[in-house]
């Protein structure tokens, strides 16, 4: 069973900045895409970010642009998200997913992590 695993979520006051990380768990596994997306209280989950893991190709919401970076270490198979200027708009839960396709939509990301919390305060 693939598993995903989230870590780096946390408290922070706006204007700050956190990191996520993720790595699958379980057995070896790697796939050709990994992204992230999140889900705030009442809302739909949103596309964040996505990375290419061999060509290193990122793609990214449109809203976080220049706040958000995604990065990976192939070879640590980890997957990171670096958030800066975070405001408390950006509280969520954050959850990695991973597939064959660099992407926007849930439907490309078959596997997925359990989640980690953001949250920002004012």
């Known amino acids: 069973q693939v598993q995903l695993v989230e870590s780096g979520g946390g408290s922070v006051q706006a204007g700050g900045s956190l990191t996520l990380s993720c790595t699958p768990s379980g057995r070896t596994f790697s796939t050709a895409a990994m992204g992230w997306f999140r889900q705030a209280p009442g809302k739909e989950r949103d596309f964040v970010a996505a990375i290419h893991r061999y060509s290193g190709g990122s793609y990214y919401a449109d809203s976080l642009k220049g706040r958000f970076t995604i990065s990976r270490d192939n070879n640590k198979n980890m997957v990171y998200l670096q958030m800066n200027n975070l405001q408390p708009e950006d509280s969520a839960v954050y959850y990695c997913?991973?597939?064959?396709?660099?992407?926007?939509?849930?439907?490309?990301?078959?596997?997925w992590g359990q989640g980690t919390q953001v949250t920002v305060s004012s």
């Open positions: 997913a991973a597939g064959e396709v660099v992407a926007g939509t849930e439907d490309k990301y078959p596997y």
